[in-house]
């Protein structure tokens, strides 16, 4: 986790360790005290349907860097949706998304940041 709490600071990829956050997900987070970027890579798709609603109370807009996937939201029909597209959820609306293809490469941005996402300690 790249944090730029009190000065600029980048995040590279290419010298970054992904951390595995949960089966078949990696992310690499960079945050500021008020807004938090997260890349996330997906493996393990097609998946036969989408992960688990969930909402919760920060905005969220999603960049799909690559890969193909569909977005499932509580108020709209699902969108299918490949890289170059992006997608942006208000607070605490239900929502998912299921991998359509092999991998993903997600870049979402969360305000405030999602403290959830921090590890402890």
């Known amino acids: 986790m790249i944090d730029a709490l009190n000065q600029s600071a980048v995040l590279r990829l290419a010298e970054t360790e992904m951390e595995p956050c949960r089966p078949g997900f990696t992310r690499a987070i960079i945050r500021t005290g008020n807004l938090m970027g997260v890349v996330i890579d997906i493996t393990g798709g097609p998946w036969t349907e989408a992960d688990p609603m969930h909402a919760h109370p920060h905005e969220q807009v999603t960049y799909v860097a690559s890969g193909e996937i569909l977005f499932v939201t ?15 959820v208000p607070p605490n ?3 998912s998304i299921q991998l359509l293809s092999e991998t993903a490469r997600l870049v979402d941005s969360f305000h405030p940041g999602r403290e959830d996402f921090i590890p402890a300690g």
């Open 74 to 88: 509580g108020d709209q029909p699902a969108q299918r949706l490949v890289a170059g597209d992006m997608f942006a």
């Open 93 to 95: 609306v239900m929502h």
